[in-house]
């Protein structure tokens, strides 16, 4: 079956239904009652089921009309919000944007690129949550995440990647000199650990294998921490060990406030990506944003 012929009195079935009135219908279609009667009987016989009772004084709807009545009503809705954005794509970027980032990358290098273009386009408001645990965009409303690493359950949603930065394992001065620095893998088990902290989730470390191949080690959890930046404080401060992206380490490793340690087993790179919502794909300013941050992703300004 071809799509015309899917569609084909769709429209005509929804407004006799609306009115419960081939008349009606008739008028605000500008057609004549009799072309309304024919193309609902001819949606009907394709379907192969009833829409709507027919009398000499009403139309009802039978149980097959309503059902099929609220499907075409939601498609419908879609079709014409998909046609407004599609026509706004050129108008200006406004509106109220939802974005959830990762906390500390948030801050240090997310928000200067969304200051910017926020300045670019006076009409777009940003609300910007940040946080280290991985939401739902669609249960909590949001029109686009930022998210590292592979993205999973991404049913309903698109997917986008921004960039790619490396992941490092970091300790201070102080600490390798009271402790040491590790030289295998197995070594990062004899020592303290600063890790992520997720609720039933536990915080594994990427390494790189000698044939470039990545797997995960689990770290002892001596210190866990909920958010990214006092991860890196604290392994600043010599309490051990830390894996964290290079964006947010790259400033202390050149100050000397932090080492790397065990370069021959990491730099395994992540992915940065945008995530969003099917239903929020023509949204003006979603796809706006999105091509800014994929730009700035090009010119190495999300991390390395």
């Not at 059902?67 to 970027?93: F, G």
């Not at 604290?234 to 932090?258: D, F, N, T, Y």
Request: net charge positive.
């Amino acid at each position: 079956m071809t799509q015309p012929a899917q569609l084909d009195g769709i429209i005509t079935f929804v407004q006799a239904a609306k009115f419960l009135s081939f008349t009606a219908a008739a008028d605000q279609l500008g057609i004549t009652k009799s072309a309304v009667g024919k193309s609902v009987a001819r949606l009907e016989e394709r379907l192969g089921t009833k829409l709507l009772h027919r009398s000499t004084r009403k139309l009802t709807l039978t149980p097959d009309g309503e059902a099929y009545l609220a499907s075409c009503r939601h498609a419908l809705e879609e079709i014409s919000s998909a046609e407004t954005a599609l026509l706004a794509k050129n108008q200006q970027i406004a509106g109220r944007l939802r974005i959830d980032a990762p906390a500390a990358w948030g801050r240090q290098i997310l928000l200067p690129v969304l200051a910017r273009i926020a300045r670019q386009n006076p009409g777009l408001s940003l609300s910007l949550s940040l946080t280290d645990r991985i939401i739902d965009p669609v249960e909590e409303n949001v029109d686009l995440a930022i998210r590292f690493g592979e993205t999973k359950d991404t049913s309903g949603l698109i997917t986008r990647k921004l960039a790619e930065q490396r992941a490092l394992i970091v300790a201070s001065p102080d600490y390798i000199s009271q402790r040491g620095a590790p030289d295998t893998v197995e070594d990062i088990q004899k020592h303290e650990c600063i890790v992520g902290f997720r609720r039933d989730i536990p915080t594994t470390w990427r390494i790189k294998a000698g044939d470039g191949s990545i797997f995960r080690v689990t770290p002892p959890a001596s210190h866990e921490i909920g958010d990214g930046a006092a991860i890196v404080d604290a392994a600043v401060a010599g309490l051990g060990l830390a894996q964290m992206p290079s964006s947010l380490l790259v400033e202390h490793i050149k100050s000397g406030r932090l080492t790397p340690v065990l370069q021959q087993f990491t730099g395994a790179k992540i992915d940065i990506s945008a995530v969003w919502p099917a239903t929020r794909h023509l949204l003006p300013r979603v796809r706006h944003v999105v091509e800014a941050l994929a730009e700035e992703g090009r010119r190495g300004h999300l991390g390395t």
